[in-house]
Antibody, heavy 126, light 107 residues
């Protein structure tokens, strides 16, 4: 059974950098079969995809966050991480990590997330 | 703003059939997946690929696509199906996008 678990600070000050880690069990971030993603959800709102990293280290970010986000891999610990800079109150959200399946066939993209971590609430406040 | 549009709220009588829709230009070529989120919990995948269900998801959940609209159908809705439902796909630039979510109430 594949499980993902987020960890990191629950409170971050404005203008500072958020660092979150996702620990994967039951699968390997090095396998190449999946992408490893971060997604967030503002309080009472919908889901927002932040970006993903592939086993090769290649990344793809949401254009709206690209300038502030870095996702990295630590294969020795079977983890991947999110760094987000220049935080404001608008970054207050539950942050989820998830395993992303993504393929292209016959002119169509197929994308889904399974499983998800339980999520971690990050509050940006002084 | 999301490039995938969902109705904010839908209701269904217990045991009846409900369709939750997701509209967007990118759905003319790409397929949507669907996840279910109950209050205070992480989302759970319910439909992926064209119309596949992960292990443990009841067969009353099904997915389809027509034109620019993807649909999640629950045939014989149960009380435990009351939740928020989100569609997911890629937009024309290749960025993953989520619909705004639909709150399903089972009456």
């Amino acid at each position: 059974q594949v499980q993902l678990q987020e960890s990191g600070p629950g409170l971050v000050k404005p203008s500072e950098t958020l660092s979150l880690t996702c620990t994967v069990s039951g699968d390997s971030v090095s396998s190449g079969a999946y992408y490893w993603s971060w997604i967030r959800q503002h309080p009472g709102k919908g889901l927002e995809w932040i970006g993903y990293i592939y086993h090769s280290g290649s990344t793809y970010y949401n254009p709206s966050l690209r300038s502030r986000v870095i996702i990295s891999l630590d294969t020795s610990k079977n983890q991947f991480s999110l760094k987000m800079t220049s935080l404001t109150a608008a970054d207050t959200a539950v942050y989820y990590c998830a395993r992303e399946s993504d393929y292209y066939s016959s002119g169509s993209y197929y994308t889904w997330f399974d499983p998800w971590g339980q999520g971690t609430l990050v509050t940006v406040s002084s | 703003s999301s490039e995938l549009t969902q109705d904010p709220a839908v209701s269904v009588a217990l045991g009846q059939t409900v369709r939750i829709t997701c509209q967007g230009d990118s759905l003319r070529s790409n397929y949507a997946s669907w996840c279910q989120q109950k209050p205070g919990q992480a989302p759970v995948l319910v439909i992926y690929d064209k119309n596949n269900r992960p292990s443990g998801i009841p067969d009353r959940f099904s997915g389809s696509r027509s034109g620019n609209t993807a649909s999640l159908t629950i045939t014989g809705a149960q009380a435990e199906d009351e939740a928020d439902y989100y569609c997911t796909s890629r937009d024309r630039s290749g960025t993953v996008v989520f619909g705004g979510g639909t709150k399903l109430t089972v009456l």
